[in-house]
């Protein structure tokens, strides 16, 4: 190793001090809202309330237990992540595994890959999307949330590209026995690709439990909305205007303990698949870089 | 014959993608026709009359919509920047950490925002930038404030662009993160003995050996002009700001959905979708020509 001088050590421990003031500043505003869940009314209203909760109590997370609206709209989005990661799952392998075959073996496979790239780059307004949607008839149903989406293009790309990674030897020497395209799928591609798989699934479990405007705008009746729409609509839609009344902002203030509870209990899903999400995420930027 | 019953079988498997493809995007962009109609629902598509161009020279006489559109590209280019040069200058800092384990913590950190959604963080926005939050809080140890600083026109989308650096920097970061770790070590080494300092090896080795990855990235954010983010900024704005705040995207929501101006709102989003695409198809060659990248 090369000699190194103390201003070159000094400088070292600068920036390592300097990125972690960066890190912990990312996470200030979420252990703000932690501390303002765990907190008294009275000092939330207070406005005494920075890091750490003052007058440390649970009453807002027994309310939320108690809550059966909130649980209704956290069983929607559940629902919607099964059934969702579900159809998200089976339709991109179905779709991935054609569009990764050569033109010889599969004529097609170019057309196809354009008509599924333009259909991604393709950002059709909302408005024609709405009336399509409740065309069919799918408003207030737990179908609208998930089949509009159901086929990821760009998760599509990413197992395609995968797919092709894979040595063609495998391939070949199955053919020979006679293996048919879906035994080819589901006893060579499927099991040699499960990082490229545990990274879409993971792709659709968070845009899924994230996604709150289509469960606003096609469901008419709120019982039906996901988690996120109900929060949308309970933290932020219900506000009333920032120079409104004083008696409109003290009710506001009341509800703040309440509403920080509830935005930290729909992170908790995302909190708990953190450490899958940052290793297989990373993971699928890169694989999505890699090509033939 | 067995070539045939493998196509066969590529058909089958490709068919439910297919048909859910036309289903939610093909049709929707049929249904756009709305657009040169004074689309009535009771009516239908069949139904209502034709007004050719009307609604979309009545949307360039709109100075709402001029302004829209302006907000719009303003807001996305300078997160793009903005984003781009953060994630820039924490990829390089994380790389002069020797610490293996620091740098794991610190990644951690500011990865996490990227995977909450704008619900959950603009509820938590307007609670630390309230009058009273965390962030007047502290300014006002400066003396400074309070400011409102999601109800001012002019600071508005500012507190737009750096939210979204909150949200994407270190997680834009991963890219050129990789991009330097692929770097040579034997460059630096030979740098050192020719007793090259920290910047210096910054400027000549690192800086340059993830150039191509900025073009990349800046040629592909081309296509993203139009996309100022409507889940941020529907969560956040308010009509005191949409002046300065309202993008496209929530323009199009008002008048389209809520209003119930289908045709108009039709009109603005087709506007959108057609120089959208024409951005992504620039985006795309340029990526090609300057940074030889191909989609698949």
């Known amino acids: 190793m090369v000699f190194r001088s103390t201003t070159d050590r000094i400088v070292d421990y600068l920036i390592t001090t300097l990125l972690i003031l960066v890190g912990v500043t990312a996470l200030l505003p979420l252990v703000n809202t932690l501390a303002i869940s765990l907190s008294d009314k009275a000092a939330v209203s207070g406005g005494m309330v920075g890091l750490w909760p003052v007058g440390f109590n649970l009453d807002a997370y027994g309310f939320i237990l108690r809550d059966d609206k909130f649980w209704r709209a956290f069983g929607v989005s559940v629902l919607r992540v099964l059934l969702g990661g579900a159809l998200n799952f089976v339709l991109t392998v179905m779709t991935a595994f054609p569009l990764s075959r050569s033109t010889r073996a599969f004529p097609a496979r170019d057309l196809f890959m354009w008509l599924f790239v333009f259909g991604m780059i393709l950002n059709v307004g909302i408005v024609p999307w709405y009336l399509t949607v409740s065309g069919y008839g799918l408003l ?77 705008i096609l469901m008419n009746n709120p019982d039906n909305y996901p988690l996120q729409t109900y929060i949308q609509q309970l933290v932020i839609a219900d506000r009333p205007a920032l120079h409104g009344g004083q008696a409109a902002l003290m009710a506001q203030i009341s509800n703040n303990t309440l509403n920080a509870a509830k935005l930290f209990v729909a992170m908790i899903p995302i909190l708990l698949i953190y450490p899958l999400l940052q290793r297989y995420f990373v993971r699928g930027i890169m694989l999505g870089a890699v090509k033939e | ?84 040069v953060a994630a820039v200058a924490f990829a390089l800092l994380l790389n002069e950490v020797r610490f293996l384990r620091i740098r794991r913590s610190i990644q951690t950190m500011v990865y996490l925002p990227h995977f909450l959604s704008w619900v959950i963080l603009a509820g938590i926005l307007r609670t630390i930038l309230a009058r009273d939050g965390l962030v007047n809080d502290f300014l006002a140890i400066f003396g400074i404030g309070p400011i409102y600083f999601l109800g001012q026109p002019n600071i508005f989308p500012w507190v737009i662009i750096f939210s979204d650096v909150w949200k994407e920097f270190g997680f834009e970061a991963i890219v050129y993160l990789a991009a330097l770790t692929s770097i040579d070590p034997t460059l630096y080494e030979v740098a050192e003995l020719d007793g090259a300092n920290r910047v210096q090896k910054m400027r000549y080795i690192s800086i340059p050996g993830i150039a191509p990855v900025i073009v990349l990235v800046a040629c592909l954010s081309i296509g993203n002009v139009l996309n100022a983010g409507f889940d941020q900024i529907f969560n956040l704005y308010s009509p005191i700001v949409y002046s300065t705040g309202d993008i496209i995207d929530t323009y199009v929501y008002r008048i389209g959905l809520i209003q119930g101006q289908y045709s108009l709102g039709t ?30």
Request: no cysteine; hydrophobic share 55%.
């Open chain 1, 140 to 216: 207030d149903s737990i179908w609208a949330l998930v089949l509009p989406g159901a086929v990821p293009i760009w998760s599509v790309i990413l197992l395609m590209n995968f797919f092709r990674s894979i040595p063609k030897e495998l391939d070949e020497a199955a053919r020979i026995d006679g293996a048919t395209p879906w035994q080819l799928l589901w006893s060579i591609y499927l099991p040699t690709s499960l990082p490229a798989l545990a990274t879409i699934t993971l792709f659709s479990i968070v845009g899924h439990w994230n996604s709150f405007f289509d469960g606003l």
């Open chain 2, 1 to 84: 014959m067995f070539k045939d019953s493998e196509r066969r079988a590529y058909y089958v498997m490709i068919l439910p993608g297919l048909a859910l493809m036309v289903a939610f995007t093909f049709v929707p962009l049929a249904y756009s026709v709305i657009a040169f109609q004074k689309f009535n629902p009771a009516l239908g598509v069949q139904g209502s009359p034709w007004v050719g161009l009307d609604n979309i020279l009545y949307m360039f006489s709109l100075r709402d919509a001029r302004q829209v559109f302006f907000n719009t590209i303003f807001i996305a280019t300078m997160k793009m920047i903005v984003v781009l």
């Open chain 2, 267 to 296: 009109a603005v989003g087709l506007f959108k979708t057609v120089v959208a695409l024409i951005l992504i198809g620039v985006s795309y060659w340029a990526a090609g020509k300057f940074a030889n990248y191909r989609i698949f």
